[in-house]
C-alpha cells in the first residue's frame, strides 16, 4: 500500500545541477526520517543525506556544500538538490523511510512500515 516513488534522475554534464524527487503515495499521517543513498557499479549503498522529521540534516563529506536535502511535510516529499556535479557522483540514487505510518485502505487502522525503499533513480554525470 505504501510506495516511495523517486524522480529526477537522468544524464547531466561535470558541473551541472539535478534535482531528485522522492514521494510517498498511501494515506500517510506522519514520516519519521528520511534520506538518500546511492549505489555506484561495484560499489556499496551509501548514505548520502539525512533529514529528520524536524528538518536537522546530515550529509556525506564527498557532497557537503554541493548537494541540499529537504522535505515538504505536507506534501510527504523529500528533495535532493545537486549542484556541481562530478563524474564520481554517478550512481542509482534511492530514497529512504525508516518509518511511515499510514491509515490502511482495508480498515483504516494505523499501520507502519520500516526501513522502507523507492526503486531507484539513474544519475550520469558525463561530459
Known amino acids: 500500500q505504501v510506495q516511495l516513488v523517486e524522480s529526477g534522475g537522468g544524464l547531466v554534464q561535470p558541473g551541472g545541477s539535478l534535482r531528485l524527487s522522492c514521494a510517498a503515495s498511501a494515506n500517510i499521517f506522519e514520516i519519521d526520517n528520511m534520506g538518500w543513498y546511492r549505489q555506484a557499479p561495484g560499489k556499496q549503498r551509501e548514505l548520502v543525506a539525512l533529514?529528520?522529521?524536524?528538518?536537522?540534516?546530515n550529509y556525506a563529506d564527498s557532497v557537503k556544500g554541493r548537494f541540499t536535502i529537504s522535505r515538504d511535510n505536507a506534501k510527504d516529499t523529500v528533495y535532493l538538490q545537486m549542484n556541481s556535479l562530478k563524474p564520481e557522483d554517478t550512481a542509482v540514487y534511492y530514497c529512504?523511510?525508516?518509518?511511515?505510518?499510514?491509515?490502511?485502505?482495508?480498515?483504516?487502522?494505523?499501520?507502519?512500515?520500516?526501513?522502507?525503499w523507492g526503486q531507484g533513480t539513474q544519475v550520469t554525470v558525463s561530459s
Open positions: 533529514i529528520t522529521s524536524g528538518g536537522s540534516t
Open positions: 529512504n523511510a525508516d518509518r511511515i505510518s499510514y491509515y490502511s485502505d482495508y480498515d483504516a487502522q494505523p499501520r507502519y512500515a520500516y526501513d522502507y
